[in-house]
């Protein structure tokens, strides 16, 4: 029974989830090829006819995926250089993909961690009072409308004039990012329980704090982690922009940088390529501690 079991849990993953995924990472890639060939076989068509040489498809297309500076790399240039980036560079060197992955990573976590925090915060404020929920809830969906690349200057340039800067700053538009979600979330999540079950709450006269202890607290937390997947991405993507405008040394927003400066269009997309692994990365660790506490707290995970 036991392997019976076993091969019906791994042919469920594999039609669910394996080839899915596959397919749509073969399509991916295929398509990512033939850009590649179409956006860069210009410039090779525009050497041949300086060099008055004719060139054969086969040449044209080998040469597309094998330009120094290419318009869009092919996908094994940019597996090439995120190993030489990744393998081959110590860890500790500023040319070391995970070194700049490090230092966008510690930002994004201190963001993520004080958005997550203000967030829940202030859910609780506007669940337990209608004045906060009349006035700020508002603004808080208006604060979301102002595009992040405007804010970030203000915000690295008014820290900055108090004294304060390096990892901060960027953490701090990391939280203003991530905290909406989560507030979002966890109002719905407060809000959830059934009005029988408060006024059951009620009739054994308990408590404001025991009622949000006791019913709504845990009713919110599927909630919770559901919004803090999508807050600790949204979170990635502060800490890079807070790293434009500081002209920053480190981080992979400075790989960006860096990269369009010098047009290494290939070290752009290594970067690329490393902030979205990252992003699944967190996303994938969020969601395992988040099937953890649910299931110890006995909901369906």
Known sequence: MPMTHDREGFSAFLHDRLIPIGTVLIGIFMLWYVFTVVLNAPFERDQAARADT??????????????????????HQVAVEIWETTVEKKITS????VYHTWVTLSSTLLGFAMGTVLGIL???????????????????ITSQTIPILAIAPMVIVVLNAIGISGL???????????????????????RSP????????????????????KLRWPASVPFLFTSMKVAVAISLVGAIVGELPTGASA?????????????????????????SLLAAALVMVVDVIGRTVTRRMGMAA
Not at 94 to 97: A, F, T
Not at 197 to 212: E, G, I, P
């Open 251 to 275: 981080g992979l927003g400075a790989r960006l940088l860096s990269g369009s400066y010098y047009g290494q269009t290939i070290q752009i997309w290594s970067a690329l390529i490393a902030a």
């Open 94 to 97: 500023k040319r070391s993909l």
């Open 194 to 213: 059934e009005v029988m079950h408060l006024d059951l709450m009620h009739t054994y006269n308990a408590s404001r704090s025991q009622v949000f202890w």
């Open 54 to 75: 004719e060139i054969s498809t086969t040449q044209l297309i080998a040469n597309t995926m094998a330009q120094k500076r290419p318009i869009l790399p092919a996908p």
């Open 122 to 140: 202030l859910a609780v404020g506007i669940v337990h009072s209608r004045v906060l929920d009349k006035s700020l809830m508002p603004w808080i």
């Open 168 to 190: 901060l700053p960027k953490a701090v538009i990391s939280m203003y990012l991530s905290f909406f979600p989560v507030a979002v979330g966890m109002v719905k999540g407060l």
